[in-house]
């Protein structure tokens, strides 16, 4: 799949006062791939505020606060996204905590790797799935980190193989022990670290991939004001 033409942001919702074009967009890519691709049944008073609204958007109570870093076509459309949360933004705890008995060994673990920012609600639009564009999205996050945090590392959980292999690639390490976001998951979640160190490493990996296939030229950056 060629990429000329993809370009990166880095934005924020900011409780829908910014963007709420390219945010309807983000949550039906979300409503696509985890409601009808992974197939995501919502208990009521999920701990995240997960919900669908609208025309087949997937929402939660993280959204309008953290930092999205979206993959857009020309026509601006999003054609992949991450999600980067600060816990101090959402009431002091990591996302993946508010599924987990506090106290647990998980719950433990995930709690001493601070500082660090947690990421979550990655998805690539089906056509692009051969592509480069997550392990792209991957390096831009990671960057944004190391430039303006960069005592912070980055804590994700992950049940999806392919998600696992490319964090793994790229040098995170998995921590703690595997746990289930709800009971009914057909796979427990992996925890996965990358300290401050390892997010220098996982960026000269990442870069030496994009540009071995020529994309740091054709891919377009803007980062913005987040």
Aim: charged content about 20%.
């Amino acid at each position: 799949m060629a990429l000329q033409g993809i370009t990166i942001r880095a934005i924020r919702f900011n409780n829908n006062k910014q963007h709420p074009g390219i945010r309807h967009q983000i949550g039906r890519l979300l409503y696509q791939v985890y409601i009808k691709e992974q197939q995501w049944t919502l208990e009521a008073n999920n701990p995240s505020g997960l919900r669908i609204v609208g025309n087949n958007e997937l929402v939660d109570d993280v959204d309008e606060t953290a930092i999205w870093f979206v993959a857009m076509k020309d026509d601006q459309s999003p054609i992949g996204c991450y999600r980067l949360a600060d816990k101090k933004l959402i009431g002091g705890m990591h996302e993946a905590q508010r599924y987990l008995p506090k106290g647990s060994l998980s719950w433990k673990t995930i709690d001493s790797l601070y500082p660090c920012l947690e990421f979550n609600r990655i998805a690539v639009a089906l056509p692009y799935r051969r592509s480069l564009i997550s392990t792209i999205l991957l390096q831009q996050m990671l960057n944004y980190i190391h430039s303006a945090l960069p005592s912070y590392g980055l804590i994700g959980c992950t049940a999806e193989p392919i998600m696992q292999r490319i964090v793994e690639r790229f040098g995170a390490v998995c921590v703690g022990e595997p746990f289930r976001y709800d009971k009914k998951d057909p796979q427990p979640a992996n925890i996965y670290w990358y300290s401050p160190d390892t997010i220098v490493v996982a960026l000269n990996r990442t870069l030496k991939k994009m540009c071995h296939l020529n994309l740091c030229e054709t891919m377009r950056y803007q980062p913005g004001q987040v």
